[in-house]
């Protein structure tokens, strides 16, 4: 039954696949050849022009192209043009820096809170205001003050990847339920010992929830700070074939980019599942 | 015409007229003729020839005794003769081997746009190599950005459009931080790109509530625009909207029909009309013909901390440009630059904006050899223009001091150093008068300038 089911969905999983790859195919047919134009100046001008081809490509297209990048995906022709693969290894670089400076810094920070009722609530306007805060606003002021475009891009993941844990954990540390505290309380466990054996366990969930959320956020805030510096990552290649006006490979990037944000979080949906307890 | 006075012709005019013959006096030579950038056949002729004369005048300090000398025997075996007693080759070398530059990996942002070709094409093409540098050009998203970044020192120097230094080194949209043009990297080079639906509206009169884009405030496409408008009677602040849009957003608006032209930098024109969603309604060049477009630009920071490399630097991209003067060059150019390391955008687009044989989107092929033309030397009185063009709009406010702010900013003097040293002949004065649509400039009498004009910002 259970395997019948998943083959099932699986079937249905494809045949949208298929229904979707169809329609676009359809839908992005070249109409044939437009109105009359000389030779000489049809030499001129591109496929758009000439065989009202969509401007957007087909997916017959982008799979060819997509094989073309797949097939050497760690090419080096120089400082503004590398493979997807050194790309793809750049950003994940610069996610997984900013996102564990903000690890460092949310977790304890979060557990002080969590832990002192009045820090919490005299924080927390601070928190809400800055939670909402794009990473394309603080992009300009970091380039500023940091004086230094990759670990700007570094500092606003990590400013951006931040909250979500923090107030995560907040939440996880203040409602640990008041009878184990007590529990330990009674047993005499002292302030350390009981941070560490009866509230980080019992608030790991939480926390690890709020990781979840950040490391998806880390990751939606590295494309738009690579596209606004430029140099190097795969926000920085959606950003050049833009500039080329070539859809294609912004699609084949659009595709790796929620590829590559998929694994990161299963990774931590992992992580979660290992501290999750049966109360 | 001649590149510079070749003390070894001896039917040279001494007294007066100028090394064509065509002109009363060399300073009039020098008026007339607006590119000077026509490389000898090599780079060690034009050391040589450099050096040759040097010796030659040294030797014979009057010129009618010069003149005898070689009249008797001959300018070869002059320099024959020479070369036996003072070692030539040896002092070429010496002369080409300048300074030693202090720091020899550089980091040059640009924008891929046409208008940085001398800057990309001196990768590929080796002239960094050649000046003893080794250079990294680096793509940069936007003109913001390509600002904080050479700020940062993150570049050493970079492409930006002629006005940015100026406005930098004011502190216009920034902190005030002394900035300057060595050399321009281009003239003309963009175009007023209309959607194919206003095919019919080529008056700029009926032109009242369309919407354009612009890809930065300070830059010569906001000014020509406006001036362009201004001159059909528009005012652009009110009559029509203009909007600050990075060039590859404005094909897509263009497309999606958001906006109803641009005033942009090659190869974006060429590629709307590549892409069949627009028309070129003119050059930029008929708006103001040999008008600069972008310019390289370096702190005074860098020049100060780096002299020697600072004028490698700027040895490579007067050599690129010069290069790049020639048509006969610009189709290897295109294809160097084209590729996704440097422009990343079809060779054929890039073709037709370097050679002036182009599509022009209403079914038509034009040909304009000076479409993109390129002349390096930093005209003091651009600088004044963008000045007053400024002030016209409300950008700066109160007394200008046109004169001392061009000056710092357009490094004329050392440029022209620079391009005596290296054979070229770099005009005499920095300023020279030009006609904007007809209407003549005096860089002398700015504010007169822009007294005349009937629409602008009232200050």
Redesign the interface.
Known sequence: MNSSFRLRAGLVSIALLAAFLGIWHLATRSAGPVATMSPEYAKLMGLTATQGKSAMPGPLDVGAKLWEHLRKPFYDNGPNDKGLGIQLAYSIARVGTGYLLAVLVAIPLGFLIGMSPLLSKALDPFIQVLKPISPLAWMPLALYTIKDSSISAIFVIFICSIWPMLLNTVFGVASVRKEWINVARTLEVGTFRRAFTVILPAAAPTILTGMRISIGIAWLVIVAAEMLVGGTGIGYFVWNEWNNLSITNVIIAILLIGIVGMLLDQILARFTRMVRFPE | MSIFDDPLDADRDLQRGCSCGLHQSAAEHDQAAALRCEPVESEEKRYEGVVASAVMRAMFPQDMARRAFLKSVGASTALAALSQFFPLKTATDLFADTGAPEKKDLKVGFI?ITCATPIIMAAPLGFYAKHGLNV???????W??IR??TI???YDAAHMLAPMPIAISLGLGANAIPFTVPAIENINGQGIVLATKHKDKRDPKDWKGLKFAIPFDYSMHNYLLRYYLAEAGLDPDTDVQLRSVP??EM??NL?ADNIDGFLAPDNICQ?A????VGFMHLLSKEIWDGHPCCSFAASREFITTAPNSFAALTRSIVDATAYASKAENRKQIAEAIA????I???V?VLE?VLTGT??DGL???KTDAKRVDFDPFPWQSFAVWMLTQMKRWGQIKGDVDYKAVAEQVYLATDTKKLMTEMGLSPPASAYKSFAVMGKTFDPAKPEDYVASFKIRKAS
């Open positions: 891929p990294d050009v680096v793509k940069t998203a936007g913001a950005v904080d970044k940062n020192k993150e060039p590859p094909v897509a497309r590629r009309i590549y892409d069949g590729p996704a390391n440097y990343n955008a079809p054929t037709q182009y599509a079914g038509g092929v």
